[in-house]
Structure formats: C-alpha cells, structure tokens
C-alpha cells in the first residue's frame, strides 16, 4: 500500500481563509492562496494563488505567481508572473515570464545557463606587460 502512495505526487494546498507565521517546508506541489509571513522553501513547485499574500523569503524549484509577495525569489527552475501578480522584491532564476500587467519591483537576475556562470573568470588574460618603460629615465 506505500508503493501506491508514493506513487502519487501530492498537491497541497493553504486556502484563502489560512494565516501562517513561520516558515513552511514542503516536498512536491503547494499552492498558496492564504497569507503566510516566513520563509518558503522546497525542491518542489509553489504557487501563489490569486487572493494569497506572502511576505518573506521563496526559495523553491519553480514558482507561479497570481497574488502579491513581499519578498525575494530564489527558484532553480522557471519563475512566472501572471497578469494580476504583484512581486516587491529581488528574483533570481533560469527562466522568468512576466505575463502583460503584472507589477514587478526589484531586480532580477536570470542565469539560464548556470555552468557558464560558474567560471566567469575564464574571460580574463594573464598579464603580460612588455619590458618598454622599465628601464627608461628616472
């Protein structure tokens, strides 16, 4: 019978009337339509629903935004934010798509291409000064 359960990717949810202080952990799919201040952290997907409001930190593998956060995004993967999404805060990712009329306040910075960020010294040369001017007057 724990073959089958595990089998199913669970999907959860916080619905509107939920308020949460604190941080919350979570393994697959989460969805977020309450208001929660803390931290978020997962390998998995979160979405924020339309009617939640989050303040604090995301960091998860990828996220889909239809209500308001407070706060930086830190996903692995892609991070999306709908028409009505409202993002004050910093966002790091693969991949983002802002769809027309949502907000989004802060910087971004978007690595689609992480092995190429890992060695970004590569760009720089030894130097090599010729002997001219070395020995020239005093």
Request: net charge negative.
């Given at each position: 019978m724990s073959d089958s359960i595990s089998s199913t990717t669970s999907k959860n949810?916080?619905?509107?009337?939920?308020?949460?202080?604190?941080?919350?952990?979570?393994?697959?799919?989460?969805?977020?339509?309450?208001?929660?201040?803390?931290?978020?952290?997962?390998?998995?997907?979160?979405?924020?629903?339309?009617?939640?409001e989050i303040r604090g930190e995301i960091k998860t593998k990828?996220?889909?935004v239809f209500g308001k956060v407070h706060g930086n995004i830190t996903v692995e993967e892609r991070c999306e934010l709908r028409s009505h999404a409202v993002l004050q805060g910093d966002l790091k990712a693969s991949r983002l798509v802002i769809e027309d009329g949502?907000?989004?306040?802060?910087?971004?910075?978007?690595?689609?291409?992480?092995?190429?960020?890992?060695?970004?010294?590569?760009?720089?040369?030894?130097?090599?000064?010729?002997?001219?001017?070395?020995?020239?007057?005093?």
């Open positions: 949810t916080l619905a509107s009337d939920v308020e949460i202080k604190g941080s919350i952990k979570f393994q697959n799919d989460l969805t977020i339509d309450g208001k929660v201040e803390g931290e978020i952290s997962s390998q998995g997907t979160l979405t924020v629903g339309e009617n939640a990828s996220v889909t949502a907000t989004f306040v802060g910087k971004s910075e978007v690595t689609p291409n992480r092995i190429a960020m890992k060695t970004p010294e590569i760009v720089r040369t030894p130097e090599n000064r010729p002997a001219t001017g070395l020995g020239g007057p005093r």
